[in-house]
T-cell receptor, first 117, second 110 residues
Framework: DTGVSQDPRHKITKRGQNVTFRCDPISEHNRLYWYRQTLGQGPEFLTYFQNEAQLEKSRLLSDRFSAERPKGSFSTLEIQRTEQGDSAMYLC???????????????FGSGTRLTVV | LAKTTQPISMDSYEGQEVNITCSHNNIATNDYITWYQQFPSQGPRFIIQGYKTKVTNEVASLFIPADRKSSTLSLPRVSLSDTAVYYCLVDSNSGYALNFGKGTSLLVTP
């Protein structure tokens, strides 16, 4: 397994266009997370899945943001009608399910850097 | 949710030991303490995790006092390649980490 893969690495889009990013997690990890990171800040949580179920999505920045994980494997994050403020690094992470007995750290991908012009 | 406070930046020379302390006064019983390292244009990378006392792995040690209100990441004999941002994360095992804070930017010079 080569870790968490994200595609594309870079995306430049015009304001108002829709963009979609893909994340392939570590295969045995059933949890998948999306974070956004802006310059000088740490990653900020957006949403996460356990298998195909999206367990938390209230932190998605607006209704223009949506995420899917249709078969519990790869995930996509879509931003509709992009705005310049959406410019950021979008990070995907995966982990094993965390239980009362074990807390597993996140394995992050290298991110997709979005620039909205 | 436990809030963390760590220095914004630190400087060190190559070969020195670096200790980065993180305060987390309202840590909850179920919370673990995890440290991540991030290089520019990469995602954070897991360094070490602990619940209490001391944890050591091949790259770092983590010291957690009995009250768990703080933790110290210790990097022995740093090299130039340890220049990075280090995040202290306190989160429970039940969900997700809300945000990583601003981290500590470590600069190692010759």
């Amino acid at each position: 397994d080569t870790g968490v893969s994200q595609d594309p690495r870079h995306k430049i889009t015009k304001r108002g266009q829709n963009v979609t990013f893909r994340c392939d997690p570590i295969s045995e990890h059933n949890r998948l997370y999306w974070y956004r990171q802006t310059l000088g800040q740490g990653p900020e949580f957006l949403t996460y899945f356990q298998n195909e179920a999206q367990l938390e999505k209230s932190r998605l920045l607006s209704d223009r943001f949506s995420a899917e994980r249709p078969k519990g494997s790869f995930s996509t994050l879509e931003i509709q009608r992009t705005e310049q403020g959406d410019s950021a690094m979008y990070l995907c992470a995966s982990s094993l399910e965390r239980t009362n007995l074990a807390n597993y750290g996140y394995t992050f991908g290298s991110g997709t850097r979005l620039t909205v012009v | 949710l436990a809030k963390t406070t760590q220095p914004i930046s630190m400087d060190s020379y190559e070969g020195q030991e670096v200790n980065i302390t993180c305060s987390h006064n309202n840590i909850a019983t179920n919370d673990y303490i995890t440290w991540y390292q991030q290089f520019p244009s990469q995602g954070p990378r897991f360094i070490i995790q602990g619940y209490k006392t001391k944890v050591t792995n091949e790259v770092a040690s983590l010291f957690i006092p009995a009250d768990r209100k703080s933790s110290t990441l210790s990097l022995p004999r740093v090299s130039l390649s340890d220049t990075a941002v280090y995040y202290c994360l306190v989160d429970s095992n039940s969900g997700y980490a809300l945000n990583f804070g601003k981290g500590t930017s470590l600069l190692v010079t010759p």
